[in-house]
């Protein structure tokens, strides 16, 4: 009795996804959620498998308020996001949002091997442009290992403006703000850069042919 209290004050039920009709109880950092099952299991193999392959001693595969299926290193923020765009006051109405949130869905949808939500989070993802568009799309390749995601954001950040702040290159590794720092400078033109007449001439103030 001792430890069920225990974890019962350390815990806290999510105010909005706490659902008692549902079946399934998961535990994201120390806030619960009680869903239910079959939007999850029909998306994911892996809440199928967590469900339908490990019995659980209680009968309750999907958990329960002091024995959830705890699901380590996820974002309570991140759950939030995902289910807002399953339990939906308006069904008809098209959810937006920023990248950064979509960045967090996509973390929860590519370790859970949802595949259909993940690509159309990477659609709209495609769909940013600018340096923060660009920037989130080289964020997501690195979270579904795509090389072709990130050669797209990374050409996109060399052609863009503003160029990425050193802040900004934590979110991308210092490997990919040096390729992009250095590409940037390489195709930049000096203030005395200029075209005329159509003939090809040499600045002199950079040297570089314009």
């Known amino acids: 009795m001792a430890n069920t209290d225990q974890m019962a004050t350390e815990t806290q039920r999510h105010p909005k996804f706490y659902i008692p009709s549902g079946d399934m109880v998961i535990q994201v950092e120390k806030t619960i959620f009680k869903i239910h099952s079959h939007f999850l299991t029909m998306e994911s193999e892996v809440f199928r498998d967590m469900i339908t392959v490990a019995p659980r001693a209680n009968d309750h595969n999907g958990g329960t308020d002091y024995e959830p299926l705890v699901l380590s290193g996820d974002s309570v923020e991140g759950w939030e996001l995902f ?4 339990y ?5 109405k098209l959810i937006t949002f920023t990248g950064k949130e979509t960045i967090q869905i996509l973390r929860i949808t590519h370790k859970y091997c949802m595949q259909s939500a993940e690509d159309e989070l990477i659609s709209r993802l495609k769909e940013e442009t600018g340096t923060l568009g660009f920037l989130n799309l080289m964020v997501a390749s690195r979270i579904i290992d795509s090389k072709e995601l990130y050669d797209t954001a990374l050409k996109g950040l060399i052609a863009s403006e503003p160029k990425p702040t050193l802040e900004e290159a934590n979110m991308i590794g210092m490997n990919a703000y040096h390729a992009i720092m250095s590409q940037s400078w390489t195709t930049r033109k000096c203030g005395y850069c200029h075209q005329g007449n159509n003939l090809r001439t040499k600045c002199f103030s950079c040297h570089q042919w314009q």
């Open 83 to 86: 289910l807002s765009s399953i």
């Open 88 to 92: 939906r006051a308006n069904s008809f």
